[in-house]
């Protein structure tokens, strides 16, 4: 079946350092979209991509969305203590109306 | 404005009991979703509302779960016989019209199954 994969699962860093999170698709996706899950929290949207290729960014934030449209990326620059979460991508396959959850990435940042 | 909410917030329950949950989208959203997370675990997919009708309910686990909307509004996620496995965080996102990809979601509703 359709599936979604993100690497790593976990990723320890400490405050300043960069971080990357990858989401890699089983099939081709219409769109890719990316939230943040504070611990005992709910997923919040951050951002959508569409195009192949695409780039956005949100401060310290930058988004990707591979040429292929089956990949994407999520790039913080200099994390601070706030980013602590788990990041979620999820992929909308085409022709489907059913958004594919990624297995998430877990981020700890140590001060 | 006011976002989804989800009742009750948290629900203990013994097993083989029937539980029922309840979400309430944001007002004017057609779409809503139901999904499960399990602790520490990403979100499993449940079934899919457009409107009052559910085109996907390919994720519900078994045939003790079910869910309904009415009105285009209000969804109730009922689970009878409850099991230990049912154990999870019960989440509702729903989505507007125009941007039916983006979601959001309520809090959620805690189910412990004793």
């Known amino acids: 079946g359709q599936q979604v994969m993100q690497i790593p699962q976990y990723q320890h860093v400490q405050e300043g350092e960069d971080f990357t999170t990858y989401c890699n698709s089983s099939t081709t996706l219409s769109n890719i979209q990316w939230y943040k899950q504070r611990p005992g929290g709910h997923p919040v949207f951050l951002i959508q991509?569409?195009?192949?290729?695409e780039v956005k960014k949100q401060k310290r934030l930058t988004f990707q969305f591979g040429e292929a449209k089956k990949n994407s990326s999520l790039h913080i620059t200099a994390t601070q203590t706030t980013d602590v979460g788990t990041y979620f991508c999820?992929?909308?396959?085409?022709?489907?109306?059913?958004?594919?959850f990624g297995t998430g990435t877990r981020l700890q940042v140590f001060p | 404005g006011a976002g989804v909410s989800q009742s009750p917030s948290n629900k203990v329950t013994e097993k083989g009991k029937d539980v029922e949950l309840r979400c309430d989208p944001i007002s004017g959203h057609t779409a809503l979703y139901w999904y499960r997370q399990s602790l520490g675990q990403g979100l499993e997919f449940l079934i899919y509302?457009?409107?009052?009708?559910?085109?996907?309910k390919s994720g519900l686990p078994s045939d003790r779960f079910s869910a309904e909307r009415t009105g285009g509004s209000v969804s109730t996620l009922t689970i009878q016989r409850t099991q230990q496995e049912d154990s999870a965080v019960y989440l509702c996102a729903s989505s507007p019209p125009a941007s039916r990809d983006e979601q959001y979601f309520g809090p959620g509703t805690r189910l412990t199954v004793t």
């Open positions: 509302f457009q409107g009052n009708s559910a085109p996907d």
């Open positions: 999820a992929g909308l396959p085409l022709n489907t109306d059913k958004l594919i």
């Open positions: 991509l569409v195009k192949s290729g």
